[in-house]
């Protein structure tokens, strides 16, 4: 592993798709700065990239929290360069529209809106005078689509993917790639085995054909993909579903 | 003018789009519930109705208060029963995202987004009991793009439509016509005139050739075109622009 | 009924959707052409308009080709100004991609895009000097989505599409309002009832409840609705969908 | 390089991106079938790749016809088993709607749709009963936007993606990768730098900065990393534009 003068910050950091993001980017020599709400969970994590020869901290970090943001993110370039910035942090949740109370729906767009607005302005901050740098946000199907009991979580997507867009279309000719990966499809998490048995039975979390689930380390592929990108060729938006999906 | 016994709630009344769309369902029999920050302002509307024969209350009301909101809402609903709820307030603002405070970006989504959650799952609350009701969003061109300088604005009103599309499959099956109006221009109002002056020049407001901008009047028209739709055509999403505008 | 200096042609004048077309602008005073591809069939509608006092004639076209789409036109605009062009030729198939021959292929484009390209061109054509006209153009759900087993239909109906789009770009400044009302479920045709039966059983079409399939006359009134537009509000993209249509 | 037993064939192997496609997919160790209307035009490219090292082979084409069609495909299959075929041809014509003649937009219509079609069957029944293959189709600003001018052109490109999606749908779960990319740009081919001139001045060409326009080899690229998609989290749409791009 050859290292670099760089850093790769991962704002939401989970067990899965996060700590797939943190470890593809580490592994490819980036310094990893990987922030969760509870960082003492980010141990294993730190320590598996740090067995690897990599290099990775693991922080505390409430992501709503301006002052955090601001602080997570100038430690990653005071550390190196910040070079990728990948907001992932999610909040997928399914109430009636009626039944959504206002502290559900505000809470949810300030974990998945506010906090990427936060983050992809504050990365842009730190790579403008640089003049480069990748922003990168996670997308999921209820970024296109409203759908039953997604007043919230759609809400928040969508918004998200507004910022995302602004950013994108602003941060562009400033030589920033600003890119929002739509997952669109179910990914292979211990949350969505668990919906998945609840609503087919155990026999289709048990007998799972591979690929029908995302893994989260096929995220982060599609992340390293779109961090390789010459410039003359950028994408902004970048959907990935399994081979299997129903769309 | 035949009354209704029915209101219809504006959400948003302000000097423009919300006072012609108050005035055409007064006109049209309805009671009309307007409600804006400043009540005192909607004194010579209710006036203007009540001289054509029309009823109508204003009401000071600060949308992004969940209390408020429900009082708005329930006390139309208890004068006669509540068949429009209309959510119109916008909050357009353009800053480089840089340039986004955190107060801006909040604000903006309080204002434009999350008020109108609060108004459409309230409205739908009085509206699902009897089996009917009419719940309209006003959108711009900014719930479909995000552009330069729009971080803010867009988010809400990307986030304000991911309600609307989510109100609308759950609601329209119980009967309730939830549609999300999408104003893809500039609307004739004292605010885009000066900026029309300010970036054109005095002429293209004083020479300004007629339907180049849209009329608030016209604005109100298309509300009742939706409103009028027999429920087995409905439309969701419904979009204007004036003649000769560039799309 | 009072009659106007005008024409509406209606292209694709069949049993049900075109039909009430015909029958809702000649009630409205219009003279109406209407074509399709066996002008027999127009026999009972043409004497139902004029049984109600309307005027009617009903000719038999062949839209895919370009010299019957022009004399059509022509000739209605010689009777009186045309004022309304609606294209509504369909052409619903669904095969799957590989079993989908060149021939289908090829044919579905004629009718439902080709002919369509056809009739939005030569009625510009007829109405840019005198400066004024609609030109409606019937979409389907297909229009936005290819969805499996519709490689041939939804080419075309994305197609048609496309056309729509450029016209009204290009002619709307011209003053020529240019739509595409977007049928997103199913109309209550005799075809319809059929698929319906076969999939769900007779009761689904014995016992089906009002207002679950769309009448054809709603779809008139759509157009009616599209047609009454003042240009300083006109929608080029207009969807509609029954109130219990999932989406 | 290593030699693959896999065969990528490129129907609508221009100067400039086919040509840069089939040596990518050459350079990677595939047979490349490389298909244009004179084949005499593709012997440098042919050279070029066999003094690489690389095996490709050059074919007169007409792609709008189905014989032609099916048999360049069988060619390539029976050579070794066809895993990749792109289509790449173009048709980028404008015209107001009046002034598009018939012959124009059918002749549109069958290079850029009719002929992926045709393309995009033949490879899927060469490739489902081996269960893999992957069939990418070049879609550009105009498969989304009906701009003025481009009724033909934007219709084709539209038709030609409701065709990608309807495959893509059918043939993923049978573990045949659709893709669709959206080339939102100018490339940077002698007609583009041709165009510019003309709009911008020669300096606009003369002294073209890196990466305002699209190297065709970055197009290349773009289908190299669909084609490396793990099935788990494959792209259908992907769009690709210049970091300066407006959009």
Redesign the interface.
């Known amino acids: 592993m050859e290292k670099r003068n760089a850093t790769a910050a991962v704002i939401g950091a989970g067990d899965f798709i996060g700590a797939e993001i943190a470890k593809k980017f580490a592994f490819e020599g980036f310094t990893v700065f990987a922030g969760r709400r509870n960082g003492e969970k980010l141990v294993p994590l730190v320590q598996e990239i740090e067995k690897a020869g990599g290099t990775a901290f693991g922080r505390s970090l409430d992501a709503r929290k ?1 002052d955090e943001i601001v602080k997570f993110l100038s430690d990653a370039d005071k550390h190196a360069p910040l070079e990728v910035c990948i907001f992932n942090i999610g909040a997928n949740v399914n109430f ?3 039944e ?1 109370t ?1 502290r559900v ?2 809470k949810v ?1 300030e974990m998945a ?2 906090s990427g ?2 983050a ?2 504050e990365a ?2 730190l790579m ?1 005078p640089r003049g480069r740098g990748n922003i990168f946000f996670t997308g999921a199907t ?1 970024s296109l ?8 979580f ?20 400033q ?1 920033i ?1 600003v890119a929002h990966l739509i997952i669109d499809a179910g990914v292979d998490t211990a949350w969505v085995r668990e919906r998945r048995k609840e609503r087919m039975g155990a026999d289709a979390v048990d007998k799972l054909p ?6 989260p380390a ?2 982060a ?2 992340y390293w ?1 779109l961090y ?20």
Chains 1, 2, 3, 4 share one sequence.
């Open positions: 301006e009636p529209i009626v959504t206002e729906f505000r767009w809106c506010y607005f936060l992809g302005r842009a901050r403008l209820a689509r409203g759908g039953i009991g997604y007043a919230a759609a809400s928040a997507k969508f918004g998200l993917r507004a910022v995302a867009q602004a950013a994108s279309r602003e941060l562009g000719p030589n790639h591979p690929d029908v689930l995302m893994r096929a995220v592929n599609a993909q390789q990108q010459p410039r003359d060729a950028w994408s902004f938006e970048h959907e990935i579903r399994p081979f299997g999906e129903r769309w």
